[in-house]
T-cell receptor, first 112, second 113 residues
Framework: ETGVTQTPRHLVMGMTNKKSLKCEQHLGHNAMYWYKQSAKKPLELMFV???????ENNSVPSRFSPECPNSSHLFLHLHTLQPEDSALYLCASSQGVPAEAFFGQGTRLTVV | AQSVTQLGSHVSVSEGALVLLRCNYS??????LFWYVQYPNQGLQLLLKYTTGATLVKGINGFEAEFKKSETSFHLTKPSAHMSDAAEYFCAVSDTGGFKTIFGAGTRLFVKA
């Protein structure tokens, strides 16, 4: 496989559930990102990791917990989410500066 | 702080007509500028980017954009629209130092037969 792969593509979860989103990149990039895309709102940067270290946390609620075990894998652990957290969650990776981002296809999350 | 404004959340053109999608940015340092396209149920794909040098940048699928510093603009154009161009387009800016890219709200392009 090449590029950025996200699993699952679709996820429905209750507000008391715990689930995780997975992202894997096969591009040899050193930086990885989580973005939230909600209807009629700009793309929101959530977290940035560079060489496995978190460099950006954009005031994201603690019910979202990222994990980056290595430069190729990024997870987003979810617990006690709210219905307004329903959105498309996009993972991206980049190498160097400028940070031209390569995106995965996203996980469509619905919180019920 | 950096920001991006895309004028018009929806743009509709006829097939074969000129496509013009507007983007204005705000940045206190020389910016890197990008246009991305998103097709339904897909992630974003890079169309083109401006870093330094030539201000007219050519991208994939016949798109191009011109960096105008005096107008703080980076409008996207294509001389002749094709049905396959129907998608959402995002303008983005990042600074020269880091990994933080700020996206505009997006413009959905409709192409009429």
């Amino acid at each position: 496989e090449t590029g950025v792969t996200q699993t699952p593509r679709h996820l429905v979860m209750g507000m008391t559930n715990k689930k995780s989103l997975k992202c894997e990149q096969h591009l040899g990039h050193n930086a990885m990102y989580w973005y939230k895309q909600s209807a009629k709102k700009p793309l929101e940067l959530m977290f940035v990791y560079n060489f496995k270290e978190q460099t950006e946390n954009n005031s994201v609620p603690s019910r979202f917990s990222p994990e980056c075990p290595n430069s190729s894998h990024l997870f987003l652990h979810l617990h006690t989410l709210q219905p307004e957290d329903s959105a498309l969650y996009l993972c991206a990776s980049s190498q160097g500066v400028p940070a031209e981002a390569f995106f995965g296809q996203g996980t469509r999350l619905t919180v019920v | 702080a950096q920001s991006v404004t895309q004028l018009g959340s929806h743009v509709s053109v006829s097939e074969g007509a000129l496509v013009l999608l507007r983007c204005n940015y705000s940045s206190s340092v020389p910016p890197y500028l990008f246009w991305y396209v998103q097709y339904p149920n897909q992630g974003l794909q890079l169309l083109l980017k401006y870093t330094t040098g030539a201000t007219l940048v050519k991208g994939i699928n016949g798109f191009e954009a011109e960096f105008k510093k005096s107008e703080t603009s980076f409008h996207l154009t294509k001389p002749s629209a094709h049905m396959s161009d129907a998608a959402e387009y995002f303008c983005a800016v990042s600074d020269t130092g880091g990994f933080k890219t700020i996206f505009g709200a997006g413009t959905r392009l409709f192409v009429k037969a």
